[in-house]
């Protein structure tokens, strides 16, 4: 770990304010994942905000009948928040499949979003790593990427993105709202918030220098049957192999899908709106929705294996909304 | 009080955090901390190192690399292999990925571990062979392996068995790299004071380090100390000595200054040793009703030639089944990886993994029982050595095993049981582990004032040491166990064969007992007629004003006529039940029962959790565990605790672990062996068998993850 | 959660009183050395560990972990990994588990911070370590004090009624099940594999609860 100075600013402004003042600063919440790449040196912040004293750790209602939730809050504290639970309980089934206890009661909603890739060659900093180094070359092509991305990867990169939240987010078309040190505020879809690799896999977000995640905003319930189910080879504390989050609506036996999102395929969260109108009002097949989320699946040397897991578990998801299964 | 299931006596220190593991110890003040630097090829040559910048960094001690690294003694490749010095920093070579190219000692953690990224290293980097499937053609037969037995055996004529079979089976598995990874990582806190060094180290062997680490550094043994009084696991990778030992001393007496070191998590994978990757063919013959005919075995595993470790694999079967027609043969790849070590359950783990589920191929192929299979093969005589199995129980342990679990409700056909999402499966396969002897001594004393202390190198890794030494003197003294007081892994105290090899219980037990003896004989003598049996601790004080003191001396198996004339082993026999996802392929263990015979027990608790520990190993063989190369870097590219899987809580069903009533007189005279092993010894074979009963999918690639079997499963209903 | 005040093993901790003129480790208390390259870059912290106020100063990079371990020698606390995989770290921060190996300890001023040291001594183990010798819910040890603290917690989160991966209904009370503590005990790895062992022992303690 490399040298850093530290400070600890009272609010969001200032917060902002420090990042841009001192360069080469890094916000720093839970600090579970910054950390843990920062005694490996992969990540060398010259300075840390810790934003843990601004506030930003409610869950409040939106004038729109959603909600509002601090990027401080914790993952604990999402999942387990009556509202969410109630209202949006694929999201809080993401966060509890992932990591462990102790991890979710530190890490953060914003910190969560913002996890970088578990691709065992970006952590191994004798490799190439276009990610880590941009330019040196992707270790992962040619080597072992059983777990790597089949969609939306590129020459340059075929990480996929950790987070289970951020797959439920996904299919909850949440919104990332954020703070710019000019103290100018914006709303980014979460289908925008991360980037596909393409030639520059080190920008994974389309967040500027010093911007500051505030909140995310969830829309007005969506009600249905919300499932997600994590495939992995341990049972617990172990990064998705394939993920699904699904809502849909079941009706005399017909499960027809609302919103549809996959974790464990691709750089971010994984959600094809074409695959979700192509069924919208029939009773869900899992064949022809693979079909068009599959379409333009390229897997590496040893992650073909998705293919059919992505359409088994899909399958089975649906069979369990089908049942009223609630997980 | 033999036998007594009663509380570790190190547990209230253990779970209040008062045990001070070696990296923990305040003995020698506040130390400096030491941070090693790997190398970032896999073969090659250093081209050019810079340390000015390390060396001017805040805090930063000392800077050691092959350039100004002081004179050590060269390795030497010595049968007893735990004691082989293992100098560090040697030359520009580079062997193995991750070999330390630098060490770095700062005043902090932080800035040491922060400077040792600053040393500037560039590699002319060679090719290398780093995987075994594309350079198996190169493997030489070995006519020994590294734990002294030969490595082929032949008996008969395997070929003609199976040309006649009728049922034969001729099949290749691969069993993957496996690491110890104890919780523990590797550490050494060195104090270099006076001409003389003390280490406080992680280590399974105190006596055999101490001298590994003294010719390492050009010292006589005398001139250091080992004390490892308590061990965080160790599994097999504690057993040697490794670069954080060498280094921390290296570093510590040149700067005349206590010096630690833990190995990174990561470093654990590159800096001690793994189990190899292994090819193995198992050939079996038999008759239309189960009878061997014959037997094979042969294993190509990975070995780093300059340090070969041979494991011993294919002997599993060798004192297992009877068979006329008998061939076992080890044969080694040359890898540029680092060397290989032990790993719990060295030759059995990966050897029952394929052997047994080669068993299961044939009980399927001839459709019989498994359990049956394996009663029709038994045998009482050592097929191979010709000579008794003393303590065979392996029917009893598969009878009562079969019993317990409820065997007989097994789906008969494969892929036949289907509950709700899951395929559910039987599987049963039995495990057979050499049981061993090595010199071993203990020393006790009783004070005038009644207590007693018992003392021998031999560290506790967490195998109940401390609480079964004290077992077995209060037994052989007849007095409460709380009356003894146990120091352990001190090189101060009698030195011992070590922790590991499932057998620090039985080389201690008998020399402690041994010492009891002698200290009785020693009462009788002084009191003569006027002694008092049933209150020796009141004799000691009367006749012996200074107290009495005897050491006990176990000798090494060589030397026991037991070890000729009897084929010495411990026998279990496991039953798993797993649910595979139908749709996924996930497999998750749902119960287990594993039955043990292993001589007297000593302490009934301890024992059992060791049993249970090993046969979750099994499951995580099957499941879980492996260690990945990248063929074209030779790096562990899976290196961490959330890559290397092992299991968690959540994969681990309650499991039911018997150990039958067992007193085997012909191992020593307290009827005693050993179950450090045992419990890993065919738990693998026995879920790797369920999950083909479960699926009617045999998986002979290990671990069995879901890629493996998500093309035989089922088609899902996948259309509207 | 009760905290204890009781003596640590090793150097004596400096009190309140005396924080102010008295850091527990700076370079330049190191025995026989100078320190000629000393960083201006330090922070003085006040941790509260064990009902105990320590006031320590540090490099900015050290964390929790490595302050307790290294600076007020509370070395129950252990490092496995280093890197948030193993669970050994585990200690209680305002009644919470976290991995102590994964956060810096200048973050935690005015936290109270409890680690296995704090639950009990061995002449007064808490009940959960107390069942973990029970039930022999250990072996080598080394996970142990992280597996004690973790189960303390686990089950306040299952009071608390906070859902797991293995809770079927959202809606619904949450059973004390062992399902439920398996799943939730699962960041804290075993390599003896007591894991058993540890439910038994973690039953035990959940069954003694009003």
Redesign the interface.
């Known amino acids: 770990?490399?040298?850093f100075t530290y400070e600890r600013p009272g609010s969001a402004a200032e917060a902002a304010a420090a990042a841009v003042r001192t360069p080469g600063a890094k916000f720093i919440a839970g600090g579970t994942n910054l950390l843990d790449l920062m005694?490996l040196?992969i990540e060398t912040p010259t300075h840390l905000v810790d934003v843990n004293n601004i506030g930003l750790d409610r869950i409040e209602p939106t004038d729109q009948g959603g909600l509002r939730i601090g990027a401080l809050v914790r993952n604990t504290d999402l999942a387990a928040d009556p509202r969410i639970r109630r209202d949006y309980g694929v999201l809080s089934r993401a966060i509890v499949s992932g990591a462990s206890g102790q991890l979710r009661n530190k890490a953060t909603t914003a910190g969560n979003l913002l996890q970088r890739t578990?691709c065992?060659?970006f952590?191994?900093t004798?490799?190439p790593c276009n990610k880590r180094a941009p330019g040196s070359g992707c270790?992962a092509i040619?080597?072992?990427n059983?777990n790597h991305a089949i969609l939306g990867a590129s020459e340059a990169c075929i990480a996929t993105h950790p987070s289970d939240m951020a797959v439920a987010m996904r299919a909850l078309d949440a919104n990332v709202e954020t703070v710019a040190p000019s103290g100018a505020s914006r709303s980014i879809p979460i289908a925008d918030l991360h980037r596909l690799p393409g030639k520059t896999p080190h920008v994974e977000t389309m967040l500027e220098p010093g911007e500051l995640i505030a909140a995310v905003t969830l829309p007005k319930p969506r009600g249905g049957v919300q499932l997600y189910r994590k495939?992995?080879?341990?049972?617990?504390?172990?990064?998705a192999?394939?993920s699904v989050a699904l809502i849909a609506k079941i009706e005399e036996g017909r499960v027809t899908v609302d919103r549809l999102a996959f974790g464990g395929l691709a750089h971010k969260p994984w959600r094809v709106e074409q695959a979700e109108r192509a069924v919208a009002g029939?009773?869900?097949?899992?064949?022809?929705i693979?079909d068009i989320v599959l379409a333009g699946a390229r897997p590496a040397e040893q992650n073909a294996?998705k293919l059919?897991?992505v359409?088994?578990?899909l399958?089975?998801t649906l069979?369990h909304a089908r049942e009223g299964a609630s997980r | 009080m033999i036998g007594a299931g009663i509380?570790?006596i190190?547990?209230?220190?253990?779970?209040?955090?008062?045990?001070?593991?070696s990296?923990?110890r305040?003995d020698a003040?506040?130390p400096?901390y030491g941070f090693i630097r790997g190398a970032?090829?896999g073969k090659g040559k250093i081209a050019g190192i810079d340390t000015a910048e390390a060396e001017?960094?805040?805090?930063?001690?000392l800077v050691l690399t092959h350039r100004n690294v002081p004179k050590q003694g060269a390795f030497v490749n010595k049968p007893t292999i735990f004691d082989r010095p293992h100098p560090q920093l040697t030359s520009d070579r580079i062997e193995y990925?991750g070999e330390p190219v630098a060490f770095v000692v700062a005043?902090?953690?932080?800035?040491a571990?922060?400077a040792a990224?600053l040393v500037k290293v560039t590699y002319a980097r060679e090719d290398g062979a780093f995987d075994l499937a594309n350079h198996a053609d190169r493997a030489e037969p070995q006519a020994t392996l590294s734990i002294g037995l030969p490595g082929e055996t032949r008996f008969g004529d395997l070929e003609a068995a199976m040309s006649a079979g009728p049922v034969t089976i001729d099949q290749t598995y691969t069993t993957p790299y496996h690491f110890?990874?104890?919780?523990?990582?590797h550490a050494c806190l060195a104090d270099w004071r006076d001409d003389h060094l003390t280490v406080y180290l992680a280590t399974q062997t105190v006596a055999q380090n101490r001298i590994a680490l003294a010719e390492t550094l050009g010292l006589a043994a005398d001139q250091v100390t080992v004390d490892a009084a308590?061990?965080?696991?160790?599994?097999g990778s504690k057993l040697y000595l490794h670069a954080e030992a060498v280094l921390a001393a290296l570093a510590a007496r040149e700067l005349?200054?206590p010096v630690k070191v833990?190995l990174?998590?990561r470093q654990v994978f590159t800096l001690t040793g793994h189990r190899p990757e292994m090819i193995h063919r198992v050939r079996l013959a038999a008759t239309s009703d189960g009878q061997l005919t014959g037997l094979g075995h042969d294993v190509n595993l990975q070995a780093a030639v300059a340090e070969p470790w041979i494991e011993q694999a294919a002997t599993v079967a060798r004192s297992l089944y009877a068979a006329p027609n008998r061939l076992t043969r080890h044969s080694i790849t040359n890898l540029d990886l680092k060397a290989a070590e032990a790993v719990r359950g060295p030759g059995e783990l990966p050897g029952l993994l394929a052997f047994e589920t080669a068993m299961d191929e044939l009980a399927n192929a001839l459709d019989v029982d498994p359990v049956e299979l394996r009663l029709k093969n038994d045998t009482a005589i050592d097929p191979e050595l010709g000579v008794p199995l003393n303590g065979r129980r392996l029917a009893d342990c598969l009878r009562e095993g079969a019993k317990r679990f409820g065997w007989g409700q097994r789906p008969k056909t494969p892929g036949s049981r289907r509950e709700g999402?899951h395929l559910v499966g039987y599987g049963m396969a039995v495990g057979i582990r050499m049981h061993f002897q090595g010199a071993t001594g203990a020393v006790v004393r009783i004070d005038p004032d009644g207590r007693v202390i018992v003392r021998s190198d031999t560290p506790d890794?967490?195998?109940?040491t401390y609480t079964i030494a004290g077992q077995i003197a209060a037994e052989a003294l007849g007095i409460g166990v709380n009356r003894v007081t146990v120091q352990l892994a001190h090189s101060d105290f009698p030195p011992s064969a070590g922790a590991g090899g499932s057998w620090g219980a039985s080389n201690l037990s008998i020399a402690i007992d041994l010492a009891c003896q002698k200290i009785r004989n020693k009462i009788v003598e002084a009191a003569g007629p006027g002694a008092a049996p049933n209150d020796i601790l009141a004799d000691v004080g009367r006749w012996f004003p200074e107290g009495v003191e005897a050491t006990g001396q176990t000798i090494g198996q060589a030397d026991d006529p037991n070890f000729k004339n009897y084929s010495q082993n411990t026998y279990g026999a496991a039953f798993a039940e797993v649910a595979v996802?139908?749709?996924?392929?996930?497999v998750?263990l749902r119960r287990m029962t594993g039955v043990f015979a292993a001589g007297r027990i000593i302490n009934a608790?301890?024992a059992?959790?060791?049993l249970?520990?090993?046969?979750?190993?099994g499951v995580s063989s099957a499941?879980?565990e492996a260690a990945?190369v990248?063929p074209?870097?030779g790096?562990w590219?899976?290196?961490?605790?959330?890559?290397y899987?092992?299991?968690?809580?959540?994969?681990?069903?309650?499991?039911e672990t018997v150990l039958l009533d067992d007193y085997d007189e012909h191992a020593n005279h307290l009827g005693i062996k050993g179950v450090g092993e045992l419990g890993v010894c065919g738990t693998g074979a026995a879920v790797s068998n369920a999950v083909f009963n479960a699926t009617g999918i045999r998986v002979r690639d290990f671990p069995i993850?879901?890629?493996k079997l998500?093309?035989g499963?089922p088609p899902?209903?996948?259309?509207? | 959660m009760a905290s204890v005040h009781m003596e640590t093993?090793?150097?004596e901790q400096p009190t309140t009183r005396a924080a102010a003129s008295s850091p527990t480790?700076a370079?330049e208390?190191?025995?026989?050395?100078s320190?000629p390259?000393?960083?201006a870059n330090r922070h003085s912290v006040q941790l509260r560990v064990n009902g105990q106020l320590h006031a320590v100063d540090l490099?900015p990079?050290?964390t929790l972990l490595?302050a307790l371990?290294?600076h007020l020698?509370?070395?129950?606390?252990?490092?496995?990994?280093?890197?948030g995989?193993?669970g050994?770290c585990t200690v209680l921060v305002n009644g919470r588990r976290i991995n102590s190996c994964l956060t810096l300890a200048v973050m935690h001023e005015g936290d109270a911070i409890t680690?296995?040291?704090g639950?009990?001594?061995?002449?007064r183990?808490h009940p959960m370590?107390?069942a973990?010798?029970?039930h022999?819910g250990?072996?080598?040890?080394?996970?142990?004090?992280g597996q004690?603290c973790s189960a303390v917690a686990v089950l306040d989160e299952i009071s608390a009624g906070i859902p797991s991966h293995?809770t079927v209904d959202l809606a619904a009370p949450i059973a004390l099940s062992?399902t439920e503590?398996?799943?939730r005990?699962?960041?804290?790895?075993?390599?003896?594999?007591?894991?058993?062992?540890?439910?038994e022992a973690i039953r035990t303690v959940a069954g003694g609860r009003p």
């Open positions: 770990m490399k040298a005694k040196q578990r065992p060659y952590y191994d004798d490799m270790a040619g080597g072992l059983a495939v992995r080879e341990r049972a617990s504390y172990a990064f192999t394939v029939s009773d869900a097949a899992a064949d022809s693979a294996y059919p897991l359409r088994r578990t399958s089975a069979e | 509380n570790r190190d547990g209230p220190l253990k779970v209040t955090g008062r045990a001070a593991y990296y923990e305040q003040g506040q400096f970032a090829i001017a960094a805040p805090g930063v001690r990925f005043d902090t953690f932080e800035r571990r922060a990224a110890s990874q104890p919780m523990e990582p308590f061990v965080g696991g160790g599994f005349a200054h833990a990174t998590r999402d890794i967490g195998t109940g996802d139908i749709a996924t392929g996930e998750r608790k301890t059992r959790s060791q249970m520990g090993g046969m979750i190993w499941l879980h990945h990248d074209r870097h790096n590219v899976n290196g961490d605790l959330a890559e899987l092992m299991p968690v809580h959540a994969d681990i069903p309650a499991i993850t879901l890629s998500l093309s499963l899902m209903r996948t259309a509207a | 093993n090793g150097r480790l370079g208390e190191i025995r026989g050395t320190t390259k000393q960083e490099d990079r050290t490595d371990r290294e020698h509370l070395t129950g606390s252990k490092k496995g990994c280093d890197q995989q193993c050994a680690t296995v040291e639950l009990g001594t061995p002449d183990m370590q107390a973990f010798v029970d022999d250990f072996q080598c040890g080394y996970c142990t004090p004690i293995v062992e503590i398996r799943e005990m699962s960041g804290n790895i075993c390599r003896c594999a007591a894991y058993p062992n540890i439910i």
